[in-house]
Each structure stands twice: as structure tokens, then as C-alpha cells.
């Protein structure tokens, strides 16, 4: 059965939109209130969007309006929602963000009482509980200190003192993080150069913060940076750059770790969780250090789920999602970078060193804005091509294409023995695309 509101990662669209608005939110705040059943705190937390205020406030209407206690934790990351719930004898955690998204949008996103996502199973109860209409009244929205205990428990994941000499360059991506990301770092002695570090409602993710890295790159080159650090809005992504300025992919993170780790005899059930969107490199690398890859959905509630189904405490995506479920059980940007942070010191290598552990496979990626989705299967000409491709690739490589969980987009990959390759596979696909979809 299909899921009419939630995405990838929960509910997420334009505001002011037939979905992303305060009477949705209400109800959807209630049906949240009737699943999770009984009484209860429940603990919101968001990103700097300026409309994130007043859908909290409608989400705790509705949640009010089921009998359940709302409490605002104000602007924090994502991750510090999932902690809080997980230790705050909470029964539900509930975020209002749109990630990496544009600040015209926004979205609601929960956690269970143990910090992890909702099951697409959970989604769908919860979605058949929606009432008819919102709750009109207006609730008691207490607030407390959503950031100190997150600050202080990353704080003590390196040793007191630990960057001291260390010149960091933070893009916090006028996010979520803007307020906790350095203050971590320069308690722990690093001398931070903060950019994306001015949230004013309207200017997350704008031009800054992971999905916008070229800004990070030129700042670590031109101050002689050791390291950058790029968050996005929410801070559950990280996307690093070394200190020659070259920007660092989480396939790149998620095997130097996984393989520190495997040489430490510290990689649970030595096994890495990527997705199915990761490189195939990243296989190899694993496989000839005695580990093994398990692949997910994208998405990274369904990295975690592989996680907790493959005894693995470590696990991500290609887009800089990395979850150390012995820290955090979701993803987490600042605990992603402290933990490649923590590679650097045990090893004494820059960066630029440790990334070389991964030699990835050619791969290309074209991301189609589209009019509107349709079920893939639909695609005749697209199918076709794809088969056509993948026949041709062999065990040379591989085709992924998909539909975006967030966004109107159709998402092509192709990995192959050559770019030559790769660019011919990646165009054929576009143009049977074309055939089948609007490309705009």
C-alpha cells in the first residue's frame, strides 16, 4: 500500500502548499498523537526556516488535541531531536525541516521514543489515523534547552583539548547547526572559520552548506585550513574537504572508517550498511580487508534499519548521511566529522592520505527535473535502455535510476570501466528518459 504523504525522509514540500501548511500539520500532529496512543512528552525540534515556528506550534496543537505533552526543544539539529527523545523519557520526537532544501520549503519528519524513524509500515498506520480537520486550539508550547546536553556529549567524543592547533573551516549552511557545530569544535581548541553562519529565516542552504561545497573548498585552500566541515540544514549530513581543498564524498568517509575500525578489530559484525547508490569501489576496499557491504534503499532510515536487521553499527550514504549508531542512532553531521577527526589524530595522516584507502569505480550521475513523477515500470522506453545498458556493462558495472523521494526529479547513475562509458550510458538514458517524462 502506498503512502499519500510521507517521502524518504517524512513529510516535506513547499510551504504554503497543499501539504506543508499549519492545518496539515495540525491534523498530522494528531493522527501522530492517536498512534503512538496514551500520554506523554513529545519533543519538537527545528531548523532555522522561518516557517518552521509556526508549524511546530500546529504539529503541538494537534498533538495537544490526541492528549499528549508537546515541548519545544527551539532550533536544533536534527540528531539532538533523536538524542533528547531517546534520553529524554519522551514518547515521540518530532522535527520541522526540509534538510537540504531550499528555504521556500519545509517538512516534519518523527522519531519513536528509542530516537530511530518511522517504518514505512509506522507511516502508513499513521497517515490512516488523519482526522478530517485541524484542531483550532491553541496549545501550551513550553521550552527548553534542546542544545547542552547534545553539545556536551559530542564535546567528550575527542579528549579535552584535542584540536588545539587545528584551523577548521565550518560551513553550517545557515542551519540548524549554526549554534552547536562550533561551539563543539572551538571547546575542543580549534580555531573555526565560519561560513553559512548567519541564519536569518530565508538563507538556509542558499548557496552554502553540503550540497553547496565549492565555497568550503576555496576558504580551506586560502587560509591554510587542516580541515572544512559542510553541514546541511538539518546537520544530519557532512560533507568534508581535505587540506588541499579537495571536497571529500561520504563514500570516501564511510570506507576510511569502516576500515579503521576493521584494522582495530572494532567493526561490528565487520560489516559496512551503504546504499544502493554508494560505488562499487567501496565493495572492493571492504572485501579485500575481510569485511563485507551490505546495500540499502536510499535513504537513510533504511540504512539504519540494515544496521539494527545486520548486528552493524556503522552505515550511510553517498550524500554524506553517516549514522555511528554507538553514538547516534541516526545520521549525524558533526559526529561524522569528529569521528574522521578522531582517524587523523590515531593516525597522524592528513586527510588527503586516508581518503586514498577508496578507489572508486568510474561513475556518473544526472539528477532530471520533471513536471511529475509516474511509476517507473511505466517508462517503457527508459526500461528498455536501462536493460540495454546493463547488458552491455556486464559485471563491469551497473545502472541505478530512481525516482527522488523528496524532490520532482528522476536520479541516473551509471558506473563503468571508462568515463567514456559511463557519459555514453548516462546520455542514452536521459534521452529514453525524454521519450517517457517532461524533463523541464
Aim: glycine share 14%; with cysteine.
Amino acid at each position: 500500500m502506498k503512502r499519500n504523504y510521507f517521502g524518504t525522509d517524512g513529510v516535506r514540500g513547499p510551504y504554503g502548499g497543499p501539504v506543508v501548511n499549519e492545518a496539515f500539520a495540525a491534523r498530522l500532529g494528531e493522527a501522530a498523537g492517536r498512534w503512538v496512543g496514551g500520554t506523554g512528552r513529545v519533543l519538537i525540534g527545528r531548523d532555522t526556516r522561518g516557517s518552521g515556528a509556526s508549524l511546530a506550534q500546529a504539529v503541538a496543537n494537534g498533538l495537544a488535541a490526541a492528549g499528549l505533552e508537546p515541548v519545544s526543544l527551539g532550533v536544533v539539529p536534527t540528531p539532538a531531536v533523536a538524542r533528547a527523545v531517546r534520553l529524554g523519557d519522551a514518547v515521540l520526537g518530532v522535527v520541522i525541516t526540509a534538510s537540504h532544501n531550499p528555504a521556500a520549503d519545509n517538512g516534519i519528519k518523527f522519531f519513536l521514543g528509542t530516537g530511530i524513524k518511522l517504518t514505512d509500515a509506522d507511516e502508513l498506520q499513521l497517515e490512516a489515523l488523519l482526522p478530517a480537520s485541524a484542531s483550532l486550539v491553541r496549545s501550551e508550547f513550553p521550552q527548553i534547552d534542546g542544545r547542552a546536553d547534545y553539545i556536551g556529549a559530542a564535546q567528550a567524543l575527542l579528549p579535552s583539548n584535542a584540536l588545539v592547533g587545528w584551523r577548521i573551516v565550518l560551513d553550517t549552511a545557515n542551519g540548524a547547526t549554526a549554534a552547536t557545530s562550533p561551539e563543539v569544535l572551538r571547546a575542543l581548541g580549534a580555531e573555526v572559520i565560519g561560513l553559512g553562519d548567519a541564519p536569518d529565516g530565508l538563507n538556509i542552504n542558499a548557496g552554502v552548506g553540503s550540497e553547496h561545497p565549492e565555497g568550503l573548498a576555496a576558504q580551506v585552500r586560502s587560509t591554510g585550513a587542516r580541515l572544512g566541515i559542510a553541514h546541511d540544514g538539518d546537520g544530519d549530513r557532512c560533507v568534508l574537504c581535505d587540506e588541499t581543498g579537495s571536497v571529500i564524498e561520504g563514500d570516501e568517509v564511510l570506507t576510511l572508517l569502516a576500515l579503521h575500525a576493521l584494522g582495530q578489530g572494532r567493526l561490528a559484525a565487520s560489516t559496512l550498511v551503504v546504499t544502493v547508490q554508494s560505488n562499487l569501489g567501496v565493495d572492493a576496499a571492504i572485501a579485500a580487508a575481510g569485511g563485507r557491504v551490505v546495500r540499502s534503499a536510499v535513504g537513510d532510515r533504511y540504512v539504519s534499519e540494515s544496521m539494527q536487521a545486520e548486528g552493524a553499527l556503522l552505515g550511510g550514504e553517498s550524500s554524506g548521511h553517516v549514522i555511528c549508531a554507538e553514538v547516534s542512532p541516526t545520521g549525524d553531521g558533526l559526529v561524522a566529522a569528529l569521528k574522521v577527526i578522531e582517524v587523523m589524530l590515531a593516525t597522524g595522516r592528513p586527510l588527503s592520505e586516508l581518503r586514498r584507502v577508496l578507489k572508486k569505480f568510474p561513475q556518473g550521475t544526472r539528477n532530471l527535473k520533471i513536471r511529475a513523477k509516474r511509476e517507473l515500470a511505466a517508462c517503457v522506453a527508459l526500461v528498455a535502455e536501462m536493460a540495454a545498458v546493463e547488458a552491455e556493462l556486464g559485471s563491469q558495472g551497473r545502472v541505478l535510476v530512481r525516482f527522488s523521494g523528496t524532490e520532482a526529479k528522476l536520479r541516473l547513475l551509471v558506473e563503468g570501466p571508462s568515463a567514456v562509458v559511463v557519459e555514453a550510458g548516462l546520455a542514452r538514458l536521459a534521452g529514453a528518459a525524454a521519450t517517457d517524462l517532461d524533463v523541464l
